[in-house]
């Protein structure tokens, strides 16, 4: 298999070839052309001179003899011409010998195209309208090229040899660079699939291109990349997440469970009882992960109607009052007057979006907290921003806060959780075509804030 770079050289060098080829060749043919046009053009006025030339001499000595031609006969010989001179009745007054043209000939062979068949032509020679005579002029080829001729035409050929030649020579180099800026990046791009397929997700594709498919398959390989190493870290976080959620349970359930066969511990309805609160926390991470299963399974029914954001809003912001106050914590909401807040969606969907975002706002909130929701329109959407004044979210925990099972390390530790609310607030927003922000500072809050696109009624 060849690579793509000589792949690419190949074709650019056989293109350029066979351009170059046509180019001479048309170059050529016209030349050529043009100059035997001009060649006859100069022939036809050669004739016309000798024609008008004999004519002056009858006009001069009125008759023809044996020195009529004589004047001519050194530019002829010179010219490799043969002239013969005959009166009215076709009779040779005087002419030269065509032999001595032959060997004038054989010295120049380069001068002559087609040399070697002679052909003579009869032209008349008339004086007041009347023919007096007729001159043959004669020759070894159909036209006479002289050295200047015959000098231009192998430099114009010359030329245009080596000008082919040094636009091969350039267009070689040009076709190696622009292959190797096509197969370098196409090059990376394939080293870096072989890399990823092989699990390695830390290489990044760098060589830039200023080729628009190139420099979105770099972006779309690196993003790629990127979503393949969350994933996989995601994946080991999770696997480590259950086997630490169902070990703990367990830990606990055998050590207690040894005890009481050994008889270290007594066997008593308390400790009965906690025993069975394990084996429930045990069986909620099933449910969870189970609650998720189905909610993924069941998120594609949905039932799109006109919802009133504000309504609902409202009604879940009044139902969450009372639990805020009793933990000590203020719950405020802020609608921006006279606006429509309608929507299309599934208002049961939606309602569940902001009890999961407003009952984390209350769980992650200190005591004395504030949560404000605010709701406003701006560019036909409408915007809601949750605030709260709780524990905020880690930096590096912020990316992956919509996946699931995934929990912030507090709220694992200390704050009980099931780390798929938010996953469900993401899939149920996805449906909607609607966006969810965070932006969150540790110890000081944390701010989600939802676009949906609003309804002109
Ligand atoms: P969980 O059951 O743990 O609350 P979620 O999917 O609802 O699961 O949230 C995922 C994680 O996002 C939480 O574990 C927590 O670390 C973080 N989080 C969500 N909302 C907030 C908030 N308002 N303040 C602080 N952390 C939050």
Redesign the pocket.
């Known amino acids: 298999m060849k690579s793509i770079r000589r792949k690419l050289s190949i074709m650019f060098f056989i293109c350029s070839l066979a351009a170059i080829l046509l180019i001479t060749m048309f170059v050529n043919l016209t030349i050529t052309k043009k100059f035997d046009d001009y060649m006859v053009d100069t022939q036809n006025k050669r004739y016309e001179r000798i024609v008008a030339y004999f004519q002056e001499v009858y006009k001069r000595d009125g008759k023809w003899n044996e020195n009529s031609g004589v004047e001519m006969m050194h530019e002829a010989f010179m010219g490799n011409y043969c002239l013969t001179l005959l009166d009215s009745n076709e009779k040779t007054v005087w002419g030269m010998n065509a032999n001595d043209i032959k060997n004038n000939l054989h010295l120049n062979t380069m001068l002559v195209k087609d040399s070697g068949v002679y052909t003579s032509k009869r032209f008349p020679i008339k004086v007041n309208s009347k023919v007096v005579g007729y001159v043959d002029i004669g020759q070894y080829s159909s036209v006479l090229l002289s050295e200047e001729d015959v000098n231009f035409k192998l430099s114009i050929n010359q030329s245009i040899i080596v000008s082919g030649l040094i636009t091969m020579i350039i267009i070689i180099a040009i076709s190696l660079y622009f292959s190797k800026q096509f197969s370098k990046p196409i090059k990376e791009v394939s080293n870096m699939s072989v890399s990823l397929s092989k699990g390695n997700f830390d290489t990044k594709y760098v060589t830039k291109s200023d080729i628009k498919e190139l420099e979105n398959l770099r972006s779309s390989v690196n993003i790629l990349a990127e979503k393949l190493k969350q994933q996989d870290m995601l994946r080991k976080r999770l696997v480590s997440d259950i086997s630490h959620e169902i070990r703990t349970p367990l830990n606990v359930l055998q050590n207690n469970l040894e005890a009481m066969i050994d008889g270290v511990f007594e066997v008593t309805d308390d400790k009965l009882r906690y025993l069975n609160d394990e084996v429930i926390r045990f069986g909620k991470l099933l449910n969870n992960l189970d609650l998720l299963k189905k909610f993924e399974a069941e998120s594609t029914k949905i039932n799109f109607e006109t919802v009133d954001l504000q309504q609902l809003l409202k009604s879940v912001c009044e139902d969450f009052y009372m639990k805020a106050k009793n933990q000590g914590i203020e719950l405020q909401y802020t609608i921006q007057k006279n606006q429509k807040y309608y929507i299309t969606g599934d208002k049961d969907k939606l309602r569940q979006v902001f009890i ?2 407003i009952s ?2 209350i ?3 200190k005591d004395n907290g504030n949560i404000d929701v605010n709701m406003y329109t701006r560019d036909k959407k409408a915007i809601i921003e949750i605030f ?1 004044n ?4 880690k930096e590096e ?1 912020l990316p992956f ?2 996946e699931r099972l ?7 530790n200390e ?11 993401k899939n149920i927003l996805d449906l909607h075509f609607a966006n969810i922000e965070v932006e ?1 500072v540790e110890n000081q ?2 701010k ?1 804030t939802i676009y949906f696109d609003k309804l002109s009624i």
């Open positions: 999961n975002i984390n706002a769980k992650f909130s709260d709780g524990i905020g979210i925990d806060i919509f995934y929990r912030g390390d507090k709220s694992r704050i009980e959780g099931s780390g798929i609310g938010l996953t469900i607030v969150s809050g944390t989600f």
